[in-house]
């Protein structure tokens, strides 16, 4: 018996976005990426080729992270002291494809740094690496308006790819991105109908659609990751299904959340059945990392080299037809 | 929904007098408009004031002032094979064509859906046949299978055939609603992938004095039982909202605040 077709037909395609300009296009770049352009669900490669594979990139921190758990810290060496050295093993050690720079430190409560400190960290960032950069607000809508769009300046150029804009808060990062020619992360708290809210919002200032990246929050295995995995996915069925608003690549922040998990960071002396938290802890990351490529996650964000280094093998082998 | 905009049509006044003038600009002003509004299809009708001889040349000229000014698919609206083919030749090389519209007689097609294939477009078929508009469920899609089979021997892929089951007014048969909305619902049950669904909407309302409230009940009504495609008027402010929340309460689009501006910026 002949089996029946099961292929899906999609009326539309996700945004191809480029993140990075070499110095052919005014910047200083040594690679670019391209993410989106997906025609179908993850891997259905039978039903139409994926145009891009998932971007890893891994995050580097303006200021030394104090609560990040031993192996982590471990892993990643001294050069946390610096974030240009911790950009620079990130390109030439690690194997990131991208930096995530995460201005923590300009938040009130991790040192407060000033909007010019933080433009000295991303330039010096981009001169130590020639990845695209994501540039990462601290998390305190204040003081990032304050922040970013210096940010956003110095990077002029550059094609960076800038977060976040929320539901309350977009106005200043829109319009910096906007005259820097950047691209935009647009952040909703899990939950698609302000995910498409944001976007409609940004867009309405005259952002394009094209030059847009969803962030629908990440949730780390355990930890509200059915949840997560199911928006997401519903978000990329309304877009393939032909929602304009729905059509941005999707960045996960997999290392932040997966690290919060006790079960990642918790000790082997503290729970003996759980085994050598050296590896523990990076299983944890890549398994979230590995669940959300299957929901459509275009922009993976990881902290362990080693929990990094086996997703770009699971990719690699995933986008083999 | 796939809203094909009505108000290209010589039997308005504007569109009338302009097709006697051979003034292109209200007719590409309407188009426009309708666009705006958010027309996906334009729906081009030379009405019942030119004569016979002259509509194939006036449909293509109606078509070819259209075409100046949008890409965007065109409804060809005759009866007439001939008329049909005028607006075709023209339409096609510069964009999306359906064909408004065959009955399920076969003589029509025999003649309409080789057309179809032959352009490469879509095709409206009602639920018409040697015997006249059919008025019961079963009778309707009877004829639907017809248009189907038709479609298919022709390779005339299905999503570009739209069934209409025909509307009729609700002042002369008020029985018409009801038959409709449960055929539309099984309309979509004849193939898989299945038809469109369409219909001319502001039939309903023919003769009535709340038209546009007919209108509009009715619309979102037919959504609710799976139709995805209207003839009506996009200008309609009320009616287009009333469709977009419609589908937005069938959880066919993701809910946001701003969903209306969404559907009309951005489609």
């Not at chain 1, 050295?85 to 995460?102: P, R, S």
């Not at chain 1, 002396?269 to 979230?288: S, V």
């Not at chain 2, 509307?167 to 909305?181: E, G, W, Y």
């Amino acid at each position: 018996m002949p089996l029946p077709e099961a292929t899906e037909r999609w009326t539309m395609a996700i945004n191809e976005v480029t993140i990075g300009a070499g110095p052919d296009e005014g910047g200083t770049r040594k690679s670019v990426v391209k993410v989106g352009g997906e025609k179908s669900l993850p891997y259905m490669h039978f039903e139409a080729p994926m145009p891009n594979r998932t971007v890893v990139a891994m995050e580097v921190w303006d200021c030394v992270p104090t609560d990040w758990a031993p192996p982590l810290m471990e892993a990643l060496g001294d050069v946390v002291n610096s974030p240009a050295e911790w950009a620079k093993a990130c390109e030439a050690k690690f194997g990131a494809e991208m930096i995530c720079l995460t201005l923590k430190g300009t938040h009130p409560d991790f040192g407060d740094a000033s909007p010019d400190a933080a433009a000295a960290v991303v330039k010096s960032v981009l001169q130590a690496t020639g990845l695209p950069l994501i540039i990462w607000g601290g998390g305190h809508d204040e003081k990032d308006n304050l922040v970013l769009p210096k940010c956003s300046q110095v990077a002029a150029g550059e094609r960076c790819l800038i977060g976040t804009v929320k539901e309350d808060n977009y106005k200043t990062l829109t319009a910096a991105c906007l005259a820097d020619r950047h691209n935009l992360i647009g952040e909703s708290p899990i939950d698609i109908n302000i995910a498409k809210q944001v976007n409609i919002l940004a867009s309405d200032m005259g952002f394009p659609l094209e030059r847009m990246v969803m962030f629908p929050a990440t949730g780390a295995l355990g930890y509200g990751m059915e949840y997560v995995y199911s928006i997401q996915e519903r978000g990329r069925l309304a877009a393939l299904g032909g929602d304009k608003m729905m059509a941005m690549p999707v960045i996960c922040q997999v290392g932040q959340e997966a690290w919060r998990a006790k079960e990642a960071k918790a000790t082997a002396e503290e729970f003996p059945q759980w085994g050598d938290e050296q590896e523990r802890g990076p299983l944890w990351e890549l398994t979230t990392a590995v669940s959300l490529l299957q929901a459509g996650a275009d922009i993976i964000v990881m902290r362990h080299p080693k929990a990094l280094a086996a997703l770009k093998k699971v990719i690699a082998e995933l986008m083999k037809p | 929904m796939i809203v094909i905009g009505e108000r290209i049509n010589g039997m308005f006044r504007s569109i009338g007098d302009a097709i006697a003038a051979k003034d292109k600009k209200p007719i590409q002003e309407m188009a426009e408009r309708q666009l705006a509004a958010g027309a996906d299809v334009l729906d081009i009708n030379v009405g019942t004031r030119v004569a016979k001889a002259d509509r194939p040349e006036v449909m293509r000229w109606m078509v070819e002032a259209t075409r100046e000014v949008t890409g965007k698919p065109l409804s060809i609206d005759s009866p007439s094979i001939d008329v049909v083919r005028a607006g075709l030749e023209v339409a096609s090389v510069k964009g999306p064509v359906i064909i408004n519209s065959t009955t399920g007689a076969q003589d029509r097609l025999d003649a309409f859906m080789p057309l179809a294939k032959e352009f490469g477009t879509g095709i409206i078929g009602l639920t018409i046949d040697e015997n006249g508009i059919a008025n019961t469920v079963d009778a309707k899609l009877e004829i639907g299978m017809r248009i189907v089979s038709a479609a298919m021997e022709n390779d005339v892929p299905m999503e570009e055939v739209y069934l209409d089951p025909i509307i009729l007014p609700v002042k002369t048969d008020q029985n018409s609603p009801r038959v409709t909305l449960e055929t539309i619902s099984q309309f979509k049950m004849l193939s898989d992938p299945p038809p469109h669904v369409v219909v001319g909407l502001s039939n309903v309302s023919q003769q009535a004095t709340e038209r546009s409230l007919i209108n509009r009940a009715f619309l979102v009504m037919a959504i609710a039982a799976g139709m995805d495609a209207s003839i009506h008027d996009p200008l309609d402010e009320v009616l287009m909202n009333e469709m977009i929340t419609a589908e937005l309460l069938m959880n066919m689009s993701i809910y946001s605040d701003s969903y209306l501006k969404a559907y009309l910026q951005h489609g």
